[in-house]
């Protein structure tokens, strides 16, 4: 089994950008907050947000796929929503009118789930759906960025996923990126990164994000 690693600021979101812009939650996947993830909210503060990164494992994170299972096995979801919720209120609370969410697999199920709350204007979700148990009305736009090859559970396939988001009157758009698998954006996990990829499929979401948020 991988290490699990300590890092900086444990329970701390992580904040770029001047504060009062439009505000990105960047919400980690199963692996932890690893430094990937401050190049990616860099990039999104040169495309004219504010970003907060809250860290829902409390200071541990891996590149190990064994441990980052032991790691998504121990959250609470109670816990974790709370923390991406927290975040939204903490980017208004400094002046953002409008708040998206950005989220990875582990991350991505999150913010999905955060977004039928109603709490933000945007989700963009990678590699992640919500199967139809958990599945409710999300009442603002969605883009969702999908590995070519992935595994899901029944009813969480992307078709199906995406079908009940259109049933429900959600405006979505989908991209599914070809040569491509679960993480290829997650440039702390080497064997997984599909460096084209993932930079289309962040100027894909940072055009999004600012057409929900900015324009």
Sequence with gaps: MGTIVDIPSPGVP????PA?????VLV??????????????????????SVLVPDLYDGRATADEDSAEELMRDLDLAFALSTIADSVQQARAAGAL????????LGGWLALLEGQAGTVD?????????????????????????AEEDEWGDGEE?????????????????????????SFANASIPS???SHAAALAFARTASFLKAQLID
Excluded: M, Q
């Design 192 to 194: 997984k990164l599909s």
């Design 98 to 105: 409008r708040v998206g969410l950005i989220g990875f697999s």
């Design 122 to 146: 945007a989700v963009a979700a990678y590699y992640a759906t919500v199967a139809p148990d958990d599945h409710g009305v999300v009442p603002c736009p969605v883009l969702l960025n999908f």
């Design 158 to 182: 992307p078709e199906e996923f995406i079908g009940r988001l259109k049933e429900h009157g959600t405006p979505v758009v989908s991209y599914s990126y070809p040569g491509t698998v679960h």
């Design 14 to 17: 992580l904040e770029f950008g």
């Design 20 to 24: 009062g812009r439009p505000a990105i």
């Design 28 to 49: 980690h996947d199963w692996y932890g907050r690893l430094p990937w993830l401050e190049a990616y909210a860099d990039g999104l503060v040169h495309a004219g947000f």
